[in-house]
T-cell receptor, first 112, second 108 residues
C-alpha cells in the first residue's frame, strides 16, 4: 500500500530536548516536504527536498533541520525545541514539486 | 499577505450544495488542488485541475477555474454530513502553497 509514515504520532516534551520526527515513503517519490499546521494559518512549509542530498528552506525553516540521505526518508530535527514549535506537523511526498502530494497522518508535538 | 486565500468557515444544510471559494496570486501556477482533511487525519487529495482547464467534474464535485480573476471554486452537490471537514485550496509552481483551509460544517 502506498503510504507516507510519520513517527511518532504524538509527542510531549520539554524545551531544549532534541527530538527527531521520522518520515518514510514507499512510492519512490523524489520530492518530500515538511509542513506545520496551525489554526487559522493553514499549512506552512518548513523544508522540502527535490531529491537525495538536495534540501531547501520553505517559508518557516527557523529552528528546524532536515536531512535526505536516502530517497525514502526525510527526518525533521528540532535541535532545541521551544514552545512556539508546538504544532501539528505533516510530511508529504510526490513525484515532483508540482505533482499531487501524499500526506502522512501527522505528528502532534507539544513543547512545554 | 498569503498567496492563497479562502474563507475560514462555511455551514450548509444536508442535501444543499456547498461552494468553497479560493483566490490565488500566481498566474504561472500549473496545477490547482483541493484537499480534504478530516479530524485527526492528514490531507487527502480530493481533486485537481490543470491551469489550462476551466472546469472539471467528478461525481458530486465540480471545480471551476477563472484564470483571469485567479479564482478557484469547489462545489459539492447534495452535501452529506460525511463531507464535514476542512478543505484546503493549493496552487503549485515549483512547490505547493496552501490556503488556510475552509471548515465545512454540514447540519442535518
Amino acid at each position: 500500500e502506498a503510504q507516507v509514515t510519520q513517527n511518532p504520532r504524538y509527542l510531549i516534551t520539554v524545551t531544549g530536548k532534541k527530538l527527531t520526527v521520522t518520515c518514510s515513503q514507499n512510492m519512490n517519490h523524489e520530492y518530500m516536504s515538511w509542513y506545520r499546521q496551525d489554526p487559522g494559518l493553514g499549512l506552512r512549509q518548513i523544508y522540502y527536498s527535490m531529491n537525495v542530498e538536495v534540501t531547501d528552506k520553505g517559508d518557516v525553516p527557523e529552528g528546524y533541520k532536515v536531512s535526505r540521505k536516502e530517497k525514502r526518508n526525510f527526518p525533521l530535527i528540532l535541535e532545541s525545541p521551544s514552545p512556539n514549535q508546538t504544532s501539528l506537523y505533516f510530511c508529504a511526498s510526490s513525484l515532483s514539486g508540482q505533482q499531487p502530494q501524499h500526506f502522512g497522518d501527522g505528528t502532534r508535538l507539544s513543547i512545554l | 499577505g498569503e498567496d492563497v486565500e479562502q474563507s475560514l468557515f462555511l455551514s450548509v444544510r444536508e442535501g444543499d450544495s456547498s461552494v468553497i471559494n479560493c483566490t490565488y496570486t500566481d498566474s504561472s501556477s500549473t496545477y490547482l488542488y483541493w484537499y480534504k482533511q478530516e479530524p485527526g487525519a492528514g490531507l487527502q487529495l480530493l481533486t485537481y485541475i490543470f491551469s489550462n482547464m476551466d472546469m472539471k467534474q467528478d461525481q458530486r464535485l465540480t471545480v471551476l477555474l477563472n484564470k483571469k480573476d485567479k479564482h478557484l471554486s469547489l462545489r459539492i452537490a447534495d452535501t452529506q454530513t460525511g463531507d464535514s471537514a476542512i478543505y484546503f485550496c493549493a496552487e503549485s509552481r515549483d512547490d505547493m502553497r496552501f490556503g488556510a483551509g475552509t471548515r465545512l460544517t454540514v447540519k442535518p
